[in-house]
């Protein structure tokens, strides 16, 4: 952990002695009193992107008024996501850019700001999560001279009644156990020792108390794919509904969950699996400005407002 760390503050050092614009002393700044708002999300290359849309919308409107103007930015910790959106941006003629949490923060350092509130848009406190937590430690102590102070919001699922409040809102699109089964699809992680690793194991734990016929499975990790679908090939109706359990649906969901073919390996998704069996198998989607999307957590105003509010304590600490 602490050689990534290193990693990370000798990354930023080395990017802003290239670019210059961090380290310049010779230039007047006009101070920004307020803080700036950074929403950082691992980033997606399909039309699921439009669930940052979502959220933004949402964030405006449910941050209280005196914040309701504050500057609002997205970083994207995924490299090859960066550099595929990119590459598509400039291909389509869009200036649009994904800009890594290190390019945001440059930015913002550059325009003025001093109070920046980051907020992970991380289901888990897995691998994901601490790379923020991280970044934001060496951004600070870059920028220490400055007098630059980042803030790091909560993953979604950081305390036991967040997840009951998820739990309550996915009940609308839960199949009642006489019409089948409900399979929540998750991300996971390969490491055994992350944090993530124990929410994973609560969740299913809260699922089989609350819902006999629903179960977490993840493409990779400790709640596996072989034993949510062995549990939903065990229901009396032949019916399965895939939750999916990200917060965005993109390419996960897509090809893993309900891919139409095999893989080039020739493993199936999950849903063909399923239908192998002889089951019917759908999943939950979302209409959003008239265009259909699978549903994930983002589409779910209940979870957004789980991370509004994170936004909203690390405001109010740069007011003490």
Excluded at 162 to 189: F, I, S, W, Y
Excluded at 216 to 226: A, D, P, Q
Excluded at 281 to 296: I, L, Q
Aim: charge should be neutral.
């Amino acid at each position: 952990m602490k050689n990534r760390h290193v990693t990370f503050a000798l990354t930023v050092m080395l990017l802003f002695a290239f670019t210059g614009s961090a380290f310049s002393m010779l230039k007047t700044m006009t101070l920004k009193k307020e803080p700036a708002i950074v929403i950082a999300a691992f980033g997606t290359t399909t039309k699921a992107q439009a669930t940052y849309d979502f959220f933004e919308e949402q964030l405006r409107k449910e941050l209280p008024a005196k914040y309701r103007n504050y500057e609002v930015r997205w970083a994207f910790t995924s490299e090859i996501v960066r550099e595929r959106a990119n590459r598509k941006f400039r291909e389509a003629g869009v200036e649009k850019r994904y800009r890594s949490l290190a390019q945001v923060v440059s930015n913002l350092e550059d325009e003025g700001y001093r109070k920046i509130a980051v907020q992970p848009l991380h289901i888990f406190p897995g691998i994901e999560y601490e790379h923020v937590v991280e970044m934001s430690d060496a951004l600070t102590e870059v920028f220490k001279d400055f007098n630059l102070r980042i803030k790091v919001g909560e993953p979604l699922l950081q305390y036991w009644w967040d997840m009951r409040t998820v739990a309550e809102a996915l009940k609308q699109d839960l199949l009642p156990p006489d019409k089948g089964c409900n399979v929540l699809a998750a991300h996971g992680t390969g490491e055994t020792a992350v944090g993530s690793n124990s929410t994973y194991l609560g969740l299913a734990r809260l699922l089989s108390v609350e819902f006999d016929n629903t179960f977490l499975g993840s493409v990779e990790g400790i709640t596996s794919r072989e034993e949510a679908l062995a549990s939903a090939k065990a229901c009396s109706v032949k019916r399965v509904r895939f939750i999916p359990f990200m917060y965005v649906a993109g390419d996960h969901v897509m090809n893993d969950i309900m891919g139409a073919e095999p893989d080039e390996e020739g493993e199936l998704s999950w849903s063909l699996e399923m239908k192998k069996q002889g089951f019917t198998t759908d999943v939950t989607t979302a209409v959003y400005k008239g265009r259909r999307y699978y549903k994930g957590l983002g589409f779910y105003p209940e979870v957004n407002s789980i991370f509004i509010k994170s936004i909203v304590r690390l405001l109010e600490k740069f007011e003490l």
